[in-house]
């Protein structure tokens, strides 16, 4: 399975900043993907992330406040942009290997204060 | 709306006590059923995919199973750490690999 690495683990923000995170895969893959689990529940995915095409955004998440870059096979970053108390999450990405299962990397805590 | 209901929400078991976690799931078409485990400030770690009704699959202390309708994880004689939330996934025959996910069962088991 893949190995898959993320920046930051952590992160303590202020309100209206933004936080890009970084998502690092050690295989090449085609399709990433972006999720968030807010305190005590569940994940919800936020888009995908394909290499050379724009991010596919669920309902309820918009490009706006979730830019998401994929400069390659192996990389892919999330922004957070103008954040509030609401954002405070914990931010996964994913990716799909040739049988269609789905592996997470480590997560990044982000509270805003 | 593809949906997924985990059952029970919480679940307290002594060691070795055997028990089983529920996964019901109402979608359109059904290309894959998964099961992670997630402990507390970690991602994901993936367990198990199930294709179609009928299949089973074993891990160590784990066996899930599939129906049309539902999931179950049996866990045989727990240990202290095998103490996580387990969650359940679907992945349908519409469009991307992506998962709808339930709000996972928390399993804590002690010695």
């Known amino acids: 399975s893949a190995v898959i690495s993320q920046k930051p683990s952590r992160d303590i923000c202020q309100r209206g900043t933004s936080l890009t995170i970084q998502c690092q895969v050690d295989?090449?893959?085609?399709?990433m993907f972006w999720y968030r689990q807010q305190p005590g529940q569940s994940l919800t995915l936020i888009a995908t992330?394909?290499?050379?095409?724009?991010?596919?955004?669920e309902s309820g998440f918009v490009i706006d406040k979730f830019p998401i870059s994929r400069p390659n096979l192996t990389f892919s970053t999330l922004t957070v942009s103008n954040m509030s108390p609401e954002d405070s999450s914990i931010y996964l990405c994913?990716?799909?290997?040739?049988?269609?299962?789905?592996?997470f990397g480590p997560g990044t805590r982000l509270t805003v204060t | 709306e593809d949906q997924v209901t985990q059952s029970p929400e919480a679940l307290r078991l002594q060691e070795g006590e055997s028990s089983s976690l529920n996964c019901s799931y109402t979608v359109s078409g059904l290309r894959g059923l998964f099961w992670y485990r997630q402990d507390p400030g970690k991602g994901p770690e993936f367990l198990f995919t199930l294709y179609s009704a009928g299949e089973e699959k074993e891990k160590e202390r784990l066996k899930a199973t599939l129906t049309k309708k539902e999931s179950f994880l049996h866990i045989t004689a727990p240990k202290p750490e095998d103490s996580a939330t387990y969650l359940c996934a679907v992945a349908v025959n519409s469009g991307y690999s992506t998962l709808t996910f339930g709000k996972g069962t928390m399993l804590l088991v002690s010695p």
């Open positions: 295989s090449q893959v085609t399709m």
């Open positions: 992330a394909n290499q050379g095409s724009e991010a596919t955004y």
């Open positions: 994913s990716v799909v290997d040739g049988t269609y299962e789905q592996y």
